[in-house]
Structures are given as structure tokens and as C-alpha cells.
């Protein structure tokens, strides 16, 4: 008899447990962690900043402590911050905080993610930061108007985990990417109000790529990659095809990875389905015509110091170094984000069970005309004919990112 007490209570308090991570899962998907918490802060206590182009603005402390952070949210509060954009007290949050994609979350998950919230986060009593953005800006009713403007009707959920053929596949992928997964905050062209372009698959210009940092986040619509290499690439950040750097380590270390192996299925499977628009970033005029250096200059430098990894035809190693071969990186008209990587290095995240790659920096190694010429070497070698990088060009990036 007591065994079976015993019995009981496990799995009572297993099914507890697995409704309370399922609203962990949906945080970690949502990657609410990487914007709700500042280097060396408590977790999801806030104060991250966030440049925009009128000023500063913070993220909040959303633990569910009742002075400084959300405990004192109902969970109409929490509903309407989270898919809305309203905070409690009526005001129109910026959309720095992704609630246009939020916007597509099921009821369900916005629950699960409550009750998380509320009993599993640890509370903290740091207080929010002020926002620097000029007064009369600040004023935050036109967010209204962007908010009527620009974010889509919900959509329907699909949460079917299980869903064993292809259509309900892809339908979940597509909830999870546009909904929790909000990719398109990085991978989507923004318009001239800071509006992701669009928000669905209904428009070609829906994950066709963007800039954004200093980094491009290349079109995730035709990547060339299997659904074996996507899977890879968003459960540890490396792919034979490409490795992961810049903001898309955090989203992989901090939330991808988390990802059960049937949502990380639905995800490629999804992308996979999506129509390649043409969509590379154009090239500027004068590609592949004149040069003024050789690009060839750039090849000793390459066969010295790049090739032990990428190899001497660009092909990588396996899934150590990256093929760059086509990559977007190489590819990509704006060279910031080639030059970012050669300069600063870069490294692959660390997964659970994975060791990250590293990939050196060259900047204090290199001289001016010696970076130029291997990154015009690369670009040309292997960016399908991408036009040449001058010293003046270089110049302007090295000032911008510092
Ligand atoms: C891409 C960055 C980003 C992500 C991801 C993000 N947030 Fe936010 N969030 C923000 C910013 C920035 C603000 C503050 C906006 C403002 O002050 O107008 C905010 C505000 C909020 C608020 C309002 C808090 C208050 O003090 O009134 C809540 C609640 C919230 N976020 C919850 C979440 C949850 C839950 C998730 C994950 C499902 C999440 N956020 C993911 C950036 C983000
Ligand atoms: C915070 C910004 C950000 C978010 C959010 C984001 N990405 Fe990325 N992603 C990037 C950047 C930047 C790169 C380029 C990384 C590089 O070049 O090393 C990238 C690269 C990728 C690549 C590799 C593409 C290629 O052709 O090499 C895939 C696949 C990808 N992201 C999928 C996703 C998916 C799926 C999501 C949503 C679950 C997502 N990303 C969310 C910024 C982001
Ligand atoms: C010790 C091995 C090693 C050497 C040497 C090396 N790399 Fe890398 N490289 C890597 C690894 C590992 C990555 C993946 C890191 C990441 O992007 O997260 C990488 C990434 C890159 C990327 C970004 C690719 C992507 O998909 O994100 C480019 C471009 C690149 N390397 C170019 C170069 C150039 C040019 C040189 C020589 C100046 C060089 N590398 C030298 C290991 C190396």
C-alpha cells in the first residue's frame, strides 16, 4: 500500500513538474532570457539596452518581484504586455519587445508562461532604468498608431507537438518561428518606422534577410542547407554549411538548443517550405569588373593564416571550421560583418554536450592593406563575384564599430 502511495505522489509531482516546464520551454523558445537580463544581472531582472535610433531604452525587470518587477501583474496584465505590447499601467511598450510575433502565441503557451513566471523565476528588487529618449518623443502615444499599423491579426496556434505528417509539421514550424521564435526580428528587411516588413510567410520579404549590428542575418528562405544541417545549426551552431557567430550564438546557446528534437524538425522542415525570392542584398554596381588590386593579393595571407581550418579551397573542415563556400557572411554585400569575424574572431556557442570551435582574431596581426586584400580575396573567391572592398571602406567600418 505505501508503495503505491509512494507511486502516486512521483507521479503527481512528475506531472507537476512537466506543466510547469512546459512554460519554461516556452520561455526558452521565446528567448526571453537574452533581452530581460544585462551582463552580469540577475536573471530576467532587466536592464538591458537597447540603441535605437531616437535613444536608449531598457529592458525591465519582469521577475516576479512585487515592487520592481511583474509580481503584481494579474494574468490579463501579463497577456496584454506579452501579445499586445500594454503594460499594467495603460502605456504602449516600445517594440524593442517582439509582441508582434508574440502576438501569435496560443492561449495555452501565454498560460504556461504566466504560471512560470510567477512561481519559478526568482524575484528580484533591482529597479528599472530610465529610458534616455528625448521628451517629446517620449511621449509613447504614437506607439499606438505603430501598433495599429504594423502588427498583425493573431493568428491561429498550432500546438500539436506530435503531429506526425508534413503540412501539420511545417503549420507547427511556422508557429514556432513566427510566434515564439520571433526570427524575424532579426531576419526580416525592417521599414522606414522600424516595422519588420512583414510578419508571415504571406510576403516574399518575410525572413529575406537584414542587417542588423554590424552583423547580417542572412535569408532564411532557400539557405541551400538540409533539414539535417538546419537541425544542426540551431540545436548546437555549427553545420557543415555554416557556423553561427554574432547575435545568433545567444539565440542558439540561450534558446534554440533547448529545442525539442520534433520542434527543431517543424522549424527546418518550415523553412525548408518557404519559397526562395530572390532576395541576396544586390550588388553594387562595378562587381566583378575593374579592380584596383589584384584580388589575388589577398592569397598568401589566406594560405598562411586561414587555410589550416577553412582549407585552401574554402571547403572548411567537417563541422569544425565552416565552408565559406557561398556563405552569407562572404556573400553579402555589406563586408561589416566579414570584417567583424576576421578581426575579432569568432566562436561557435556551446551547447549541451557540444565544445565551441574557435575561430581566432586577426586584428592586431593583420595590417591594414593585408586585411583588405584577404577579405577581397574571399569575397571574390568565393562570393560569387562580390565587388572590391577599398581601404576607405575598411576605414569607415573600423571607425563605426568602435
Ligand atoms: C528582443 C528583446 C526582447 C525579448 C526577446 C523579450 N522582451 Fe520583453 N521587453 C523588452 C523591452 C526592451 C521591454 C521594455 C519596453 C518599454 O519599456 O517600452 C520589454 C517589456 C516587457 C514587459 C513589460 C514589463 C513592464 O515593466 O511593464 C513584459 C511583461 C515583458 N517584456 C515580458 C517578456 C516575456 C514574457 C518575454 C518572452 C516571452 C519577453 N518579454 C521577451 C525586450 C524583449
Ligand atoms: C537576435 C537576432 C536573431 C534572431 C532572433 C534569430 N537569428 Fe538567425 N541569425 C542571426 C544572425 C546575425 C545570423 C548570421 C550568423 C553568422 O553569420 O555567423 C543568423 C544565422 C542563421 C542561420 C544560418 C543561415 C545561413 O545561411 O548560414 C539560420 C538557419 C538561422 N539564423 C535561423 C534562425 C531561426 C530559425 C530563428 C528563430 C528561431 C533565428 N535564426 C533567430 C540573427 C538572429
Ligand atoms: C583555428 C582555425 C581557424 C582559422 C585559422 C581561421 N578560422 Fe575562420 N572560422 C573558424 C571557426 C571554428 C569558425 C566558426 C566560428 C563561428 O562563426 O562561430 C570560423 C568562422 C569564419 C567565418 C564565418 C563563417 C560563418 O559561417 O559564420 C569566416 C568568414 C572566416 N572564418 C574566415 C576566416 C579567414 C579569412 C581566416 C584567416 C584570416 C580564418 N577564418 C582563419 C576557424 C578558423
Not at 531598457?58 to 509580481?71: A, F, L, R, V
Not at 517629446?136 to 504614437?142: C, D, E, G, Q
Not at 540561450?254 to 525548408?272: K, N, P, V
Request: hydrophobic letters at 35%; aromatic letters at 8%; glycine letters at 8%.
Amino acid at each position: 500500500m505505501r508503495n503505491v502511495t509512494v507511486l502516486i505522489a512521483c507521479l503527481f509531482t512528475a506531472s507537476v513538474s512537466a506543466a510547469e516546464s512546459h512554460g519554461e520551454y516556452i520561455a526558452r523558445i521565446s528567448d526571453c532570457v537574452a533581452c530581460h537580463t544585462a551582463e552580469g544581472g540577475a536573471t530576467m531582472a532587466g536592464g538591458k539596452k537597447f540603441p535605437t535610433p531616437v535613444g536608449d531604452i531598457y529592458s525591465t525587470n519582469i521577475t516576479p518581484d512585487k515592487t520592481h518587477g511583474i509580481g503584481n501583474y494579474s494574468y490579463d496584465d501579463f497577456e496584454k504586455a506579452v501579445r499586445q505590447g500594454i503594460a499594467k499601467d495603460g502605456h504602449p511598450l516600445y517594440p524593442a519587445m517582439p509582441y508582434p510575433s508574440y502576438s501569435k502565441l496560443s492561449d495555452a503557451d501565454v498560460q504556461a508562461l504566466y504560471s512560470y513566471f510567477m512561481h519559478d523565476v526568482k524575484p528580484s528588487a533591482e529597479p528599472n532604468k530610465e529610458n534616455a529618449i528625448p521628451w517629446l518623443i517620449s511621449a509613447r502615444w504614437p506607439l499606438h498608431i505603430w501598433n495599429w499599423l504594423f502588427t498583425d491579426a493573431p493568428t491561429a496556434a498550432f500546438e500539436d507537438n506530435n503531429a506526425d505528417d508534413t503540412a501539420a509539421r511545417v503549420k507547427r514550424g511556422a508557429y514556432l518561428v513566427e510566434g515564439p521564435g520571433h526570427c524575424g526580428s532579426c531576419h526580416t528587411p525592417r521599414g522606414m518606422a522600424m516595422n519588420e516588413k512583414a510578419y508571415t510567410n504571406a510576403a516574399a520579404e518575410y525572413l529575406s534577410g537584414a542587417m542588423i549590428d554590424g552583423w547580417y542575418a542572412p535569408s532564411l528562405r532557400g539557405t541551400g542547407m538540409s533539414e539535417q544541417e538546419l537541425k544542426s545549426l540551431l540545436l548546437t551552431g555549427k553545420s557543415k554549411h555554416a557556423a553561427v557567430s554574432g547575435s545568433m550564438s545567444e539565440v542558439v546557446s540561450q534558446s534554440t538548443q533547448y529545442l525539442t528534437d520534433e520542434d527543431a524538425t517543424a522549424i527546418a522542415q518550415y523553412l525548408l517550405s518557404l519559397k526562395s525570392a530572390k532576395t541576396e542584398p544586390a550588388r553594387t554596381a562595378g562587381a566583378m569588373t575593374s579592380w584596383s588590386n589584384s584580388p589575388e593579393a589577398g592569397k598568401v595571407t589566406y594560405n598562411r593564416y586561414c587555410s589550416t581550418c577553412h582549407g585552401l579551397e574554402g571547403k572548411g573542415t567537417d563541422d569544425n571550421a565552416p565552408s565559406l563556400i557561398h556563405n552569407p557572411l562572404v556573400m553579402v554585400d555589406d563586408p561589416t560583418p566579414l570584417f567583424r569575424v576576421i578581426a575579432h574572431g569568432a566562436e561557435t556557442p556551446t551547447t549541451r554536450g557540444n565544445v565551441s570551435f574557435k575561430m581566432p582574431a586577426y586584428g592586431g596581426l593583420l595590417s591594414d592593406s593585408e586585411m583588405r586584400d584577404v577579405i577581397n580575396y574571399v569575397r571574390k573567391s568565393w562570393g560569387e563575384g562580390n565587388g572590391e572592398v577599398s581601404q576607405e571602406d575598411l576605414s569607415g567600418i573600423k571607425k563605426a564599430s568602435h
